[in-house]
């Protein structure tokens, strides 16, 4: 049966965690779906996983569409979420005009990075029927403006801070928040204080859902690994049994264990 955001929801409702990984491609949605992954994240991750750029800044609306293409003419059972890359949505005529782009080449959820300057554009897509999965923490597009990939929501008014962003991006509309590199206190937080699904990467055990990009769970991206990365390969004996592995270990509570979590 197909995961729909419902599915996302009813998880949630019965404390049963679920499986995100990135797919860019056809036959990796296809394995992915077999494999029992519940969402599949069109990232703009290929920008540097696919065509060996240093950060997501130069992947364009092309780029983004022609892979979510991709990944939907397999049909995957999961959710297909595609991310809206940099500056494809700084005004909300932008966004509503490239997320019916996506929405049309088989998206079934954006992705957003930001706070909540952006509950605006939330509020038009979802009441024009476009689900929204809200991304916060360590957001990759303001790499620039970051000075760095620094782990997000330290300090007491950092924490205060997220956890309202959180809050308004919810009740503008958005179905999911991703939260991306923050301390483990601020993910349990967040996931407890919403009311919708919440997927972490190097967010802690406590989140609703996880989700990793596919090269780092088959140990084959090259150059800095973040804490929060596991290589499955090993105890998958092969690229099947690695995404098997994964997708029990974040069902089973397994992963992510202590090591892959940020503290402060």
């Not at 503008?172 to 590199?181: F, H, P, Q, S, T």
């Not at 929060?228 to 397994?254: H, I, P, T, W």
Request: glycine letters at 10%.
């Amino acid at each position: 049966m197909s995961t729909t955001i419902q599915s996302l929801r009813d998880y949630r409702a019965n404390g049963q965690k679920f499986s995100c990984l990135t797919a860019y491609d056809a036959p990796f949605a296809g394995l992915l779906s077999d494999c029992g992954i519940d969402v599949q994240l069109v990232g703009d991750s290929l920008g540097m996983v696919l065509q060996g750029r240093e950060s997501t800044v130069p992947v364009s609306m092309e780029d983004m569409i022609y892979h979510t293409e991709c990944v939907a003419r397999a049909r995957p059972e999961s959710l297909v979420m595609t991310d809206l890359p940099f500056m494809s949505y700084a005004t909300t005529e932008q966004c509503l005009h490239n997320a019916a782009r996506l929405m049309q080449a088989g998206a079934q959820m954006v992705k957003i990075e930001g706070t909540d300057w952006m509950a605006e554009s939330v509020r038009q897509l979802t009441e024009r029927g476009v689900p929204v999965c809200a991304h916060l923490g360590l957001t990759p597009q303001f790499i620039n403006k970051l000075g760095g990939y620094r782990v997000q929501g330290k300090g007491s008014e950092a924490a205060e801070r997220m956890v309202a962003h959180a809050r308004r991006l919810v009740e503008a509309g958005a179905d999911v928040i991703l939260l991306e590199c923050v301390t483990a206190s601020v993910g349990t937080r967040i996931t407890r204080e919403v009311g919708v699904p919440v997927i972490g990467i190097g967010a802690g055990p406590d989140t609703d859902g996880q989700v990793l990009v596919l090269q780092d769970v088959l140990g084959i991206s090259r150059g800095h690994k973040p804490r929060f990365v596991k290589d499955f390969l090993q105890e998958g004996g092969s690229v099947e049994g690695a995404v098997r592995a994964y997708d029990q270990a974040v069902k089973n509570g397994e992963f992510p264990e202590n090591r892959h979590s940020f503290s402060g």
